[in-house]
Structure formats: structure tokens, C-alpha cells
């Protein structure tokens, strides 16, 4: 008596070429998710130290505190619009409004 799933045979186990294990898999599932989606043009340049608030994210692009928590449950961003996330986060929410962030200050 045979325990297995006869569609098993079916099923492929390969990783994706790159990958090493399942994690990585995951993560190369999600930036194929993410890079299909057209990026507005650059029309700004912003410098943001390591940590930003969502409210000063809010007040760059001009939208509400509820679009960018919704926008930054797309973008896989754990947070909340109350504090502040990391610079990374910040700058893929700024770059779906055409902003461009840079770490440091302005000169």
C-alpha cells in the first residue's frame, strides 16, 4: 500500500535559478511582484536620515495617512503610520510617487 499522492508526480520541487533554499524562494517571489508594477517617472530628490516617520512620508507626497498604510500593506511594510519606519521602507513608498530618497542631509 503506497502512501503517496499519486499527483505528486506532478508537483515540481525545483527552487527558482538563484535560490538556495525556500526564504530565498519567497523573497524572489515578492520583488518579481513588485518590479512588474510600472515606476512613476522621478520628479524629486529627497534625503532622509535612517529612520523616517510615516507622517513626514505623508507630507512629501501629499497623500493621507490612511493611503499610505494601505499602500505600505501592498509593499509588504510592517509598521504603523504613528511611528517610524526604516529608511529602505521610505524610500519604496517615496519612489511609487516619483520621489527619489537618498540617505543624508541636504546640502
Avoid: N
Avoid at 512613476?40 to 513626514?56: A, E, G, H, I, N
Wanted: glycine share 4%; hydrophobic share 40%.
Amino acid at each position: 500500500m503506497s502512501t503517496s499522492d499519486p499527483s505528486d508526480d506532478k508537483r515540481d520541487a525545483t527552487l527558482p535559478a538563484g535560490c538556495k533554499d525556500l526564504a530565498d524562494a519567497i523573497k524572489h517571489s515578492k520583488m518579481a511582484e513588485t518590479s512588474d508594477v510600472p515606476k512613476p517617472r522621478l520628479k524629486k530628490l529627497v534625503f532622509l536620515p535612517d529612520k523616517v516617520s510615516v507622517q513626514y512620508l505623508a507630507e512629501t507626497t501629499g497623500a493621507s495617512l490612511h493611503t499610505l498604510a494601505i499602500l505600505m500593506e501592498e509593499l509588504h511594510i510592517v509598521g504603523e503610520v504613528s511611528r517610524s519606519i526604516d529608511f529602505e521602507d521610505a524610500a519604496k513608498i517615496l519612489r511609487t510617487y516619483g520621489i527619489l530618497a537618498k540617505r543624508g542631509r541636504a546640502v
